[in-house]
C-alpha cells in the first residue's frame, strides 16, 4: 500500500486525481485467471489527497478513483477501516464501467480532536473480494474553524519555561515536514541572556530527542550573551538560526551569524565556519530560506549564503530604500519582497531578482509606495506574506498618527506591485473605525486564499483583546471563522505559522511572566 499524491481536500469541495491506472498510488491484487503472462484483471482505488478533515458532527465527501486492468469493468465496492473511534464511511458502489464516485466519511459529535489517524480506503470487485485495491490515508477530527485544537496540549494551549530561565522573550516559529514545532527566543537567569531554541512534538510536548530535553542552549561562542532571533527549516527537517552575540566589553565587528543545527539540535559542522556563517546583515532582522541558501537583512543591507553557508557572490544589491526596511519574504521562485513604514510617509515595498537587483516589473523600478488608507501621517508595516504563486503580496501593517492612534490595516498587492481593486476596498481593508488602536503583528495565507493576521486590538489605556483575525479573498471578515471572523487569545502574539497538513493555526505568544506560550485552533 503506498500513498496518494498529496492535494488538500476541503470538506464538501472536492479534488479529482484523473487517469490512475494500475499501480498508481496504491496496491492492487488480480483475481483468478491470468497463466502464461496474460495480466489478470485488476481494480486498484486512489484519492487526489491523503489527508482527509472532517469536522466533529459533520461529514465530508471525498472522491475516489477506480483503475481497471485486464478487461476488468464489474462493479466495485469501496469502504474505509481503521478509522477513529466515532469515525464512519458509508459503503459506497461503484456501478460497473464507473470509474469514480463519492465516499461519505462522517464525525461524531463527540469523536476526539487530532489526527492524523491512519486509515485504510479498499475496493474489491462485487462478489470477488480478491480483486481489490487499497490506499492509505490520514484522517483529521477537527473543531468548528477557530476554535480550540484539543489534542495539542489537552487544551489548545501549550506552555513552557526554558530550563533557568527567569524570563523568556519569543523571537521566532517553524514547522518542520514532521509537524514539529520549533521556537526560538533569549532568556535571562543566574547568567546574562542568553538564546535558545525548543522542539515540540506535533501534540504540544517537548521533543526529548532535541537537544537536550528538546532545548538547544550555547549559542553565545565563547562570548556572554547571545539571543536566537529568527528559525527556519530546510527539507531534511534540520533547522537554520539567526543569532546574535556579543561581549559587552569586546564588541564583535560581526555580532549576528547564522548557525545550523542537525535534526537532533547538534551543530552542523559541515555549514560556514564549524557551523557557522558570517557576515550577516548588519542589525539583521530576519532570515530567509531561499532554493539554495539563505538571505539575512537588517535596517539597511541584505546579505545572502549559499546551501554550504559560504557567501553567495552571485547575489548583490544595490537596494538603499527610502525608509527603514523591518520585513522581507522569500518564495520558492526565490522573489523576495522586503519593505517598510514611514515616519510622515507612506508604506514602502520592494521587490528584488534572484540576484539581488531590483525587479523592474515590480511597482516603479521595482518600488512601490501604498497610500496611507486611515488618513494618519505615518505607517508600519508588521509583516508580510505571498498570496499566491503569482508573486501578489499581503501586507500587515498600521496606519498613525500621535500616540494612542494605531489603526491595523490589511493591504494586497497583484503581482506587479499594484493594488489589488478585488480586495477590499480598493484594495484596503481596515479592521477598526480611526478611534480604535491595533497592531497587526504577523500575516498568513492558507491554501485556499484566506488571509488569517494575529495582532491586538485595545483603547489609549493600551491593549485590551490578542487577537486572530480571517478574511476572505476579497476581504471581507470571514463569518465562519470564531465569532464574526475574529478568536481571541490569551497573549499578545509574536508570530504565527500555518500547519497546512492538519488544517490548523499556531499562534506564538509570550507568557506574561516569561515564557512560550502557544495556542493552535483549527482552520
Sequence with gaps: MTRSRPIWIVPFMVATLVGCGNGAGTQGTGGAGGAGGID????????????????????????????????????????????????????????????????????????????????????????????????????????????LDTSFSFDGVALYTVTDRQYDATRGIAIDGQGRILVGGVGQGPDPWLGWLVRFNPDGSPDTSFGSGGEVMGFENGLVESSVEGVVVRENDAPLVLVWAQDDLNPEPFPYYVRSLSSDGSIDTSFGASGDARPVAESARRLLLRPAGVVTHGYTDMRAQDDAGMADGSFSTPVSPPTNFNVAIADGEDRIVFGGGNNGGPFTIARLLPDGALDASFGVAGVLTAPMPIGHMSTRIDDLAFVDDRGGVALAGSNFGNIYEDVPVLIRFGPNGALDPSFGSGGVSSFLGPSGIGFGVSVE???????????????????????????????????????????????????????????????????????????????
Excluded: K
Excluded at 92 to 110: H, K, P, V, W
Excluded at 491 to 515: K, N
Design 40 to 147: 489478470e484483471p485488476s481494480v486498484t482505488v486512489s484519492l487526489a489527497d491523503d489527508r482527509i478533515r472532517v469536522p466533529q458532527g459533520a461529514s465530508v465527501n471525498v472522491q475516489i478513483e477506480i483503475g481497471r486492468a485486464a478487461g476488468f469493468e464489474g462493479a466495485v465496492q469501496v469502504d474505509a477501516s481503521d478509522l477513529p473511534p466515532e469515525v464512519t464511511a458509508e459503503p459506497l458502489t461503484i456501478e460497473a464501467g464507473s470509474r469514480s464516485g463519492m465516499l461519505t466519511i462522517s464525525a461524531g459529535a463527540g469523536a476526539a480532536q487530532g489526527g492524523p489517524n491512519e486509515a485504510t480506503v479498499r475496493a474489491s470487485a462485487a462478489g470477488d473480494p480478491s480483486i481489490s485495491g487499497s490506499t492509505i490515508v490520514d484522517v483529521y477530527v477537527a473543531g468548528p474553524p477557530g476554535s
Design 445 to 523: 495565507v492558507q491554501a485556499d486564499g484566506r488571509i488569517v493576521v494575529a495582532g491586538s486590538t485595545g483603547t489609549d489605556a493600551g491593549p485590551t483583546d490578542y487577537l486572530v483575525w480571517r478574511f476572505n479573498p476579497d476581504g471581507s471578515a470571514d463569518p465562519s471563522f470564531g465569532a464574526g471572523g475574529q478568536v481571541a487569545t490569551d497573549s499578545f502574539p509574536r508570530g504565527m505559522a500555518l500547519d497546512e497538513s492538519g488544517g490548523r493555526i499556531l499562534v506564538l505568544a509570550e507568557q506574561p511572566g516569561g515564557g512560550i506560550h502557544l495556542t493552535r485552533i483549527w482552520q
